[in-house]
């Protein structure tokens, strides 16, 4: 059972897009073991990998993985800084690509998109508009993409990693069951290992045993949140891509040499993090509405604070103020190994508002 109203979804997911950006920037890279994240140190460093190419994939690294391991695992690789200015540069590009070929775009983050091409009117001629989005991205940047074509987002994401890298899959209506029966369950979005793990103890491992398991059972386990795993995994997903303004943000994070429960230090890094996502802000003519604090502790628990202000704003004091203050609960004694500042909900700095009364109030 699929639900579609008719909706073409397209999942457009670059391929190791940091990495490919600096290949493509020194072609004497290409065909490298390629890192991009912290500084390894050799073998001591802290942080992790933010994406690397698919020549060290094979020694077994990849993202979110310690930087530590990564080294351990491939100390000839190239191991590179993030480049955020290049990367945001580069995204953009892309999204404006992107922009002319669907009837809505949803960027959900720097290198990854929805596009609602319904209007193509079919998904073979959906097909034809993917293939000519990733020659353009090709020709116009020297970078693959992967894309996945679907009736709803969920299925076009698991999609576009199901031939990676440069790969193209297209999933008719009457073809979504088949295709995600036989898949692992935690090829669902927002399945992780723990979810994953209970519903192993269940007997579930496929989306398959996902769709065919009694919803009530998947409740009694997993709670009111089953209900919408059980609908993905039979296919059925009505969620809408929405171009909405305020999907992106900035954000800069420190990993810490040794964790550390010092305030003072959190305390003048977060402001540090908060002046320099004030500078970006201020150099992309952009506002923001919401500050959020990130904090990781030791096995990579992480936990967020966030404030929506009252009004956008661009001042880098309320911003640090704002950040400062979203700090204080963290400060409890427990070390910390990185810590981070994000301001989302965005708008162009020149666009004319209509400002209520109270705003005119609000700190």
Known sequence: M???????????DMDSFFASVEI????????????VGADPKGGVGRGVVSTCSYEARRYGVHSGMPISRAYTLCPHAVYLPVNHPLYSQVSGEIMTILGRYADRIEQVSIDEAYLDVTSSGSFLAAGVLAAAIKRDIREAEGLTCSIGIAPGKVTAKIASDHRKPDGLTVVCPDEVATFLDPLPVGKIPGVGKKTGDTLAGMGILSI?????CDVQLLIARLG????????????????AVQAREGCK???????????????????VTVADLARDVSRTLAADHLRCRTVTVKVRYRGFETHTRSRTLGRFTADPEIIGRTADDLLLPFLDGTEVRLIGVRLSELED????RQTSIDEFFTP
């Open 2 to 12: 699929t639900s579609s109203d008719g909706r073409i979804i397209m999942h457009i």
């Open 24 to 35: 493509h920037r020194d072609p004497s890279l290409d065909g490298m073991p390629v890192i």
């Open 208 to 212: 398959g045993n996902l769709a065919r």
């Open 224 to 239: 009111r949140s089953a209900i919408r795993l059980h609908r993905l995994a039979r296919g059925i997903d009505d969620a």
């Open 249 to 267: 943000s900035i954000s800069r994070e420190t990993t810490f040499d040794e964790d550390t429960a010092d305030p003072v230090l959190l305390t």
């Open 349 to 352: 700095s020149g666009r004319i």
